[in-house]
Nanobody
């Protein structure tokens, strides 16, 4: 069983930056793909950024060039650096972990964190 704990959300003005962190409870994490998936009010769940166990990354078109996902297997952690934030980035951001990279790219996952709120004001 993998437990994921997120931190780093908050309130920021448009154009600002935030860094989300997610720590996994198990070294199983190191074999899994990881992703940040968000849900905004009234909208469908959206895969924002994903990173495979080998370090390959994918981003939603809406965040390319602004967000960067990274992982540190020595700390069983994954990060999301968010720059140039926009009001439309406001959502609950979930850390997700799954053995299947294609599965997590579709916005689905076996393991989920509790979510952290990101609010961007205009």
């Amino acid at each position: 069983q993998v437990q994921l704990v997120e931190s780093g959300g908050g309130f920021v003005q448009a154009g600002g930056s935030l860094r989300l962190s997610c720590t996994a409870s198990s070294v199983v994490f190191n074999r899994n793909a990881m992703a940040w998936i968000r849900r905004a009010p009234g909208k469908q769940r959206e895969m924002v950024a994903a990173i495979s166990s080998g370090g390959s990354t994918n981003y939603a078109d809406s965040v390319k060039g602004r967000f960067t996902i990274s992982r540190d297997n020595s700390k069983t952690a994954v990060y999301l650096q968010m720059n140039s934030l926009k009001p439309e980035d406001t959502a609950v951001y979930y850390c997700a972990s799954d053995y299947s990279y294609p599965y997590i790219l579709s916005g689905r996952s076996t393991y989920w964190g509790q979510g952290t709120q990101v609010t961007v004001s205009s």
